[in-house]
């Protein structure tokens, strides 16, 4: 069976700082992962996915992600957050073939502090 | 150009009636789904229909009832509505073949039972 994790429902940064979002899977086949951001009454938008051509993913709006297998990790980062990146975001898998089911991890708030 | 689309966007009835939430999808996709966001956040799958045939039904009362007239529709219909089935219903839709294929997601609807 598969799940995520994502440590920190709740995530404050101030403007210019590093936003670090944890999030570890568990799979017993080789993974898709994904990052989702959810903006304030709007639908689930793709940030990245890790497909297993390269271990680090680099995705929109300045954001990238490292899938590190020795740690089951898929930790999303950016270099320095924006106010405009205040918002849900939601770490999935997905088995890599025959895919009928993304199973999301319990989201994390970011709040970008001015 | 909505790739999925639902409507309505906002849906507020009252307990006992019975409800629908259309969605389609113009991406030429062969999977749909339908995902429920509780108040907390946390996004749980409900159903998944591949070529308009049922794959998947994460042991959702039977009062909700999915139907799928061609590869992109995927409508929901509730009956009975209880408070508990407030939440945010996404539909979505992916290409179930494809390598690396993420979830593409409508902009929900918000469900409000009174």
């Known amino acids: 069976a598969q799940s995520v994790t994502q440590l920190g429902s709740h995530v404050s940064v101030s403007e210019g700082a590093l936003v670090l979002l944890r999030c570890n899977y568990s799979?017993?086949?080789?993974?898709?992962l994904f990052w989702y951001v959810q903006y304030p009454n709007q639908g689930l938008q793709l940030l990245l996915k890790y497909t297993s051509a390269a271990t680090l993913v680099k995705g929109i709006n300045g954001f990238e992600a490292e899938f590190k297998k020795s740690e089951t990790s898929f930790h999303l980062t950016k270099p320095s957050a924006h106010m405009s990146d205040a918002a849900e975001y939601f770490c999935?898998?997905?088995?890599?073939?025959?895919?009928?089911?993304?199973?999301f991890g319990t989201g994390t708030r970011l709040k970008v502090l001015a | 150009d909505t790739a999925v689309s639902q409507t309505p966007k906002y849906l507020v009835t009252q307990m006992g009636n019975d409800k629908s939430i259309k969605c389609e999808q113009n991406?030429?996709?062969?999977?749909m789904y339908w995902y429920k966001q509780d108040s907390k956040k946390f996004l749980k799958i409900m159903f998944s229909y591949n070529n308009k045939e049922l794959i998947i039904n994460e042991t959702v009362p039977n009062r909700f009832s999915p139907k799928s007239p061609d590869k992109a529709h995927l409508n929901l219909h509730i009956n009975s509505l209880e408070l508990g089935d407030s939440a945010v219903y996404f539909c979505?839709?992916?290409?179930?073949?494809?390598?690396?294929?993420?979830?593409?997601f409508g902009q929900g609807t918000r469900l409000t039972v009174v």
């Open positions: 799979s017993s086949v080789p993974p898709y």
């Open positions: 979505a839709s992916s290409h179930s073949g494809a390598v690396n294929t993420e979830a593409f």
């Open positions: 991406l030429g996709h062969d999977t």
């Open positions: 999935a898998v997905s088995q890599a073939s025959g895919t009928y089911k993304y199973i």
